[in-house]
C-alpha cells in the first residue's frame, strides 16, 4: 500500500467535557486532536496506507502538539506548514439517553483560515500522490480556505490524482461569512470521483428536491443517479443511514451507488452503549478509501466501511485507530468473546 494518500483540511483541538457531565461543570476538559480530514488521515494510517495530512498550523506549542499527536498515529506530516495565529478549537458535551451532545465551534480566524490560498504549492503537495480527500467543512469556513480546496481539487484532477469529496455540509460556518455554498460545493462535487453525500447534499449542489420519495433507499439513489448525470467524473457515491432511537442508541446502515451498476446496500448495525460517535462519517469514509484502494470490491468497501463507522461509536476521541483485522472481525461476524 505505496500510494500515498493526502488530506487536505484544518486539524482541530477537541476540548470535551468529562464523562457525561455538562460543560466546565469540573475545572477539567479532556484533549483531543481531531478535524474531519485529520480523523480520515489518522485511519487510513491504521490500516497500513501512506497517509498525509496538509493543513496550516498555529506556531506555537498547540500547534506543536496537534502535529506531534499525527505524526504518533502514523500520519506523515511533512505537509503540515507553522503560521503566526491561533489554533481551531472545539467544545464537546457528551449526551445520555434522551439528551444530545453538544458541539460548541471556536475556530473563526485560525492560522488556517487566514492563510492566504497561494501559500500551498499543489504541484508539489501532490506529488506522488494516489488520492486527495477534501471535505465540504472546509471551503465552509472562508473565501480563504473556499479557495484553497478548489484549487487542491482541480489541481489534482489536471495531475491524475484520484479526488475523495466528503460533502459535509455545516450551514453555521457557511453563514458566518455569506458564503455561495450551492456554487462552491457543485465546483467542488465536479472534480470528485468518489463522493461521500446523501440526498441533501445533492440536493444543495443541483438545486433540486427528492422529499416527495418516501423510501429513504430509494431516494438515496434517485439523488445519486441525478449526481452522476451533473458530475461526469463521479464514480461512486455513498453515505450511512442513522437511525437514532436514543443517544446511545443507534442503528446504522449504508448505501453505495456506481455509476452503470446496481444500488449496493447495507443492513442497519444496531450500535447500543454507543460512547463518542464523533467522527464516525470519517471513519466511514476511511473504510470504503481503504477497500477501494487496497482492490476490495464495491460490496466489500461498503461492509469494511459500514464496520468502520460502527466501531467508532465505541472509541473515544475523534479519530478511528483499529487495524484491519479488528475491522474484518465485525465484517465477519466474529464472536464477542475476549481475545486471549
Known amino acids: 500500500m505505496a500510494d500515498r494518500i493526502l488530506c487536505f483540511g484544518e486539524v482541530l483541538l477537541r476540548l470535551s467535557a468529562p464523562a457525561y457531565e455538562p460543560l466546565l461543570r469540573q475545572a477539567r476538559l479532556d484533549v483531543h486532536v481531531g478535524g474531519a480530514e485529520a480523523n480520515v488521515a489518522v485511519a487510513l494510517a491504521a490500516f497500513g496506507h501512506d497517509a498525509a495530512v496538509a493543513s496550516v498550523l498555529p506556531d506555537n506549542p498547540l500547534g506543536h502538539a496537534a502535529r506531534d499527536a499525527l ?3 502514523g500520519v506523515d506530516t511533512r505537509p503540515l506548514a507553522f503560521a503566526p495565529g491561533r489554533m481551531g478549537l472545539y467544545f464537546h458535551t457528551t449526551g445520555a ?6 458541539v460548541l465551534y471556536d475556530r473563526a480566524g485560525s492560522a488556517f483560515a487566514v492563510t492566504p490560498p ?7 503537495l501532490l ?6 480527500h477534501l471535505s465540504g467543512i472546509t471551503p465552509a469556513l472562508g473565501e480563504n480556505t473556499a479557495r484553497a480546496a478548489l484549487d487542491a481539487a482541480r489541481a489534482a484532477r489536471a495531475a491524475g490524482t484520484l479526488v475523495s469529496f466528503d460533502g459535509n455540509f455545516r450551514a453555521k460556518l457557511w453563514a458566518a461569512w455569506n458564503g455561495d455554498p450551492r456554487g462552491t460545493l457543485h465546483a467542488l462535487f465536479s472534480q470528485a470521483d468518489i463522493a461521500f453525500a ?18 429513504p433507499v430509494e431516494r438515496f439513489h434517485r439523488a445519486a443517479q441525478a449526481a452522476f448525470d451533473a458530475f461526469p467524473h463521479l464514480q461512486r457515491i455513498t453515505c450511512t443511514q442513522r437511525i437514532a432511537t436514543r443517544v446511545d442508541l443507534h442503528h446504522l446502515g449504508a448505501s453505495m451507488a456506481v455509476r452503470g451498476s446496481d444500488l449496493l446496500q447495507r443492513a442497519p448495525l444496531e450500535l447500543g452503549g454507543i460512547i463518542d460517535r464523533i467522527g464516525g462519517g470519517d471513519a466511514f469514509a476511511a473504510g470504503v478509501l481503504h ?6 470490491g464495491d460490496a466489500d468497501s461498503l461492509a469494511f466501511g459500514q464496520a468502520c463507522g460502527a466501531l ?3 472509541l473515544p476521541g475523534d479519530a478511528f485507530t483499529l487495524g484491519v483485522d479488528e475491522v474484518m472481525a465485525l465484517v465477519n461476524g466474529e464472536r464477542l468473546d475476549v481475545r486471549r
Not at 439517553?97 to 453538544?102: D, Q, V
Not at 497561494?118 to 508539489?124: I, V
Not at 506529488?127 to 486527495?132: D, F, S, V
Not at 477497500?291 to 476490495?296: A, P, V, Y
Open 118 to 124: 497561494e501559500r500551498y504549492g499543489w504541484p508539489a
Open 97 to 102: 439517553g434522551h439528551r444530545p451532545s453538544e
Open 198 to 215: 446523501d440526498h441533501r447534499d445533492i440536493a444543495l449542489v443541483l438545486g433540486m428536491s427528492f422529499d416527495d420519495i418516501d423510501d
Open 291 to 296: 477497500g477501494l484502494l487496497s482492490g476490495m
Open 312 to 314: 467508532k461509536h465505541y
Open 127 to 132: 506529488a506522488g500522490t494516489r488520492l486527495l
Open 71 to 73: 505524526r504518533r498515529d
